[in-house]
């Protein structure tokens, strides 16, 4: 079985030179939520407003905590708000990565949405993006005494660029640092700066196209 935590920390340390530029990007982004929730409302409705004004509250009063505190907030909220569906069920095609703006007016989503809006949410906060990664994995779970590796998608932040990353994920709400779950298997990471493949650096087109796809309509909302 492969070394994981150890594998972790080789995907960060893959691309810890292109993305040492970032460290001079502003902290906050500043989102415009009234923009947003006119967003929200054109396309959902009016029910999720209250939903978009508690997560308007928690970015906005939780700038001036530790990393730490920022992390369990962000992890906490949507794990408790946002309630697990698959793509299907919600958008009628069988793989979909969301905005945070559309997580949050379906008041659904599968793991990449929860990893996705979990990211932004991190970054609005001020957490440089070269401490955030997105992970695909493959999640280890046993059903009915049969072992499955299943796809699934992670959160993981590294404290330095060779920390032991803590994993922000729907399947298990505690803040666990990546050696510690022994159910999960590293296949690629990304992030605002690109998207590499194991211990390489070496990157897909198609998901990377799947990921430039998302990060242009949430530009469009508002997330820059």
């Not at 730490?68 to 907030?73: A, E, F, I, Q, V």
């Not at 990664?133 to 932040?157: D, E, F, I, P």
Request: aromatic share 10%; charged share 20%.
């Amino acid at each position: 079985m492969p070394n994981r935590p150890l594998v972790f920390r080789q995907l960060i340390a893959a691309a810890v030179i292109v993305s040492l530029w970032l460290n001079g990007l502003p902290a906050a982004l500043g989102w415009d939520f009234e923009r947003l929730q006119q967003l929200l409302t054109s396309r959902f409705g009016q029910n999720q407003v209250s939903l978009l004004r508690e997560w308007q509250q928690l970015v906005g009063s939780g700038k001036g905590m530790s990393d730490n505190d920022k992390l369990k907030r962000v992890n906490d909220f949507f794990n408790q708000h946002i309630a697990f569906d698959d793509d299907m069920s919600i958008w009628g095609q069988s793989d979909y990565w969301a905005t945070p703006i559309e997580v949050i007016g379906q008041g659904r989503g599968d793991c990449e949405d929860y990893s996705i809006a979990k990211y932004y949410s991190l970054l609005e906060l001020g957490i440089p993006v070269n401490k955030l990664r997105l992970v695909y994995v493959k999640a280890v779970q046993s059903n009915q005494g049969t072992t499955l590796q299943v796809a699934h998608m992670v959160l993981a932040y590294y404290p330095t660029p060779t920390a032991d990353p803590i994993i922000l994920d729907n399947l298990n709400g505690n803040l666990v640092p990546a050696s510690k779950r022994n159910d999960l298997l590293p296949i690629f990471s990304f992030n605002g700066a690109g998207l590499w493949m194991g211990t390489g650096n070496t990157s897909s087109k198609s998901n990377l196209s799947r990921w430039q796809d998302l990060l242009a309509r949430a530009r469009a909302e508002g997330f820059q």
